[in-house]
């Protein structure tokens, strides 16, 4: 069993994110968002390589299930997720409104040997989304056939 660990968080921008804010650090809180965090850009992403399938991890804590959209075109998998959150309060002289939306895609080729045509079982559980591929089956040589020339 194999267990890739696989993170692009950074390549977005390819130097340390810490410095580049460091640099743009003024009384100026333009630069002090979400944005240059490194946990904001991608979840964390494992794939393990089992006997009969692949398993593929995603880190998305906040999460519901209804927000996922997993698919599968040409041996590449698609997971992308949605959420929106809005909360509205009211009283007599004023009015607070609060908003977010937290989003993220991933794309992976996936190997020869996963089997594009058997079903993909997806299970969301405590901020992880689990994928389980199926493998192909070993295809067997077929001896080598001598034809008789008459």
């Known amino acids: 069993m194999s267990l890739i660990k696989f993170n692009n968080r950074n390549r977005l921008f390819p130097w340390n994110n810490r ?23 991608m979840p964390a992403m494992n794939v393990k390589e089992l006997e009969g399938e692949f398993e593929v991890e995603f880190a998305a804590p906040g999460f519901k299930k209804s927000d996922f959209e997993v698919t599968l075109e040409d041996n590449i998998l698609h997971v992308s997720a949605n959420k929106e959150t809005e909360k509205k309060e009211e009283e007599d002289d004023f009015m607070r409104r609060e908003f977010s939306y937290s989003t993220f895609k991933r794309s992976l080729r996936l190997p020869e040997t996963v089997d594009n045509t058997a079903d993909v079982k997806a299970k969301y559980e405590d901020g992880i989304l689990k994928l389980h591929l199926l493998k192909k089956e070993p295809t067997k040589e077929t001896p080598k056939k001598v034809i008789e020339v008459i």
Request: charged share 40%; net charge negative.
């Open 19 to 41: 410095q580049l804010k460091d640099f743009f650090s003024s009384d100026d809180f333009f630069f002090n968002d979400d944005f240059f965090e490194e946990d904001s850009l």
